[in-house]
């Protein structure tokens, strides 16, 4: 067996065993236009869900398809594009969406509950450190949490994007040990599999740049597409969580072992700091600054060193100290995130002096502590 092989196999047993699994099920799997939510599939999805939690694992559920699912019982045939029209078709959308998975899983005597997260409680750690305490006793109580974004009052400007994002974040919260993206698709391809001759991608190795393949758009009902899947990969891969991609007509294999099918993604050996996990991923970005390339080398080369007053360029936006910031090249290309040892008046001050001045006065405190920058 060749090295790929056997690392494959290896995290395929990983995720065959894992204890406690993220499942997020995709708008495209579990609705479509004209009936809305589609019930049979819902029901096999929590005999799915149902037959891993016999098997010693703690399930979470992450489910789209709110503004899919409130479309039918508005007569809507198409999915609305202004966002006060999908905030409200959301609404519809949750309180059906959540009697459906209720139903589903009443089956097997089990109780769910619906858990409506936006960006900003996953963000803040406060809210963030109470969402995780919540999910915790409904996994004690062995009530199944139907999690998904609260789309009825998430804002345009900060919001997840996608619920390929929101699972990925809700399993770096749970520590999850699988995150399992189920689609209307049954694995990552090298371009659409719509396309003539397109190939299953089966294992993605951590550094792999997946130069060769196209991820593009979704179907008229998911949000992401590919891209989004990709992406939360990534941020999975960061937290130390291996992820399986396929299709929800595959759960039942996809959650026992032996699977073989679908894409698996192989996390990072050790999981990043919650800290810096926080600063790259989470943390809503409150200004940002220009860097010259001295600096951007500095940061992005050798070992870690933290970015100093006189790397900066320009300072945009205005952000005060403890704000994660973005820093930029020249180019305005995002090369790293960290947190800001200034407030964004005071560095103004201090670039408008020279840069002997700015050493002379104490400055050699750092924009941003080494420990608190990451690189993208
Ligand atoms: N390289 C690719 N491999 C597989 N699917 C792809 C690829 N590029 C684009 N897609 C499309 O992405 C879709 C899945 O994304 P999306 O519709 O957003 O799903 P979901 O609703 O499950 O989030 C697939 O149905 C497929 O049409
Ligand atoms: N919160 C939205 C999720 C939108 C979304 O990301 O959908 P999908 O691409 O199907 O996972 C909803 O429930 O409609």
Known sequence: ??????????????????????????????????????????????????????????????????????????????????????????????????????????????????????????GRRDTARNAQRTLDKMRTLGIVPIINENDAIAT??????????????????????????????????????????????????????????EAGDGGALGTGGMASKLAAAKLAADAGVPVVLTSAELADQAVSPGFTGGTVFEPRAERMSARRFWVRHVADAHGSVSLDDGAVAAITTGPRRSLLVAGVSRVQRGFFKGDVIELRDRDGVLVARGIAGYDAAELRDLLELRAAETEKGGIGRPLVHADDLVVI
Not at 1 to 20: F, G
Not at 163 to 192: E, I
Request: proline share 3%.
């Open 1 to 122: 067996m060749s090295d790929a092989a056997s690392a494959e196999k290896q995290l395929r047993d990983r995720i065959a065993s894992a204890k406690r699994v993220v499942i997020k099920i995709g708008s495209s799997a579990i609705t479509s236009v004209g009936p809305g939510v589609r019930r049979d599939r819902l029901e096999f999805l929590a005999d799915a869900a149902e037959a891993r939690m016999a098997a010693g694992s703690d399930v979470f559920m992450v489910s789209s398809g709110a503004v899919a699912a409130g479309m039918a019982p508005l007569g809507m045939n198409v999915r609305p594009r202004d966002i006060a029209s999908k905030q409200a078709v959301a609404s519809v959308g949750q309180a059906e969406l959540a009697g459906a998975w209720g139903e589903a899983f009443g089956r097997h005597d089990r109780k769910t509950g619906l858990v409506l997260l936006t960006a900003t409680d996953i």
């Open 156 to 213: 345009y400007e900060f919001h997840f994007g996608d619920n390929d994002r929101l699972a990925a974040l809700v399993a770096h919260l749970l520590s999850a040990d699988a995150l399992l993206l189920l689609s209307d698709v049954d694995a990552m391809y090298d371009r659409n599999p719509s396309q003539p001759g397109a190939e299953r991608i089966s294992y993605v190795a951590q550094h792999d740049m997946l130069t060769n393949v």
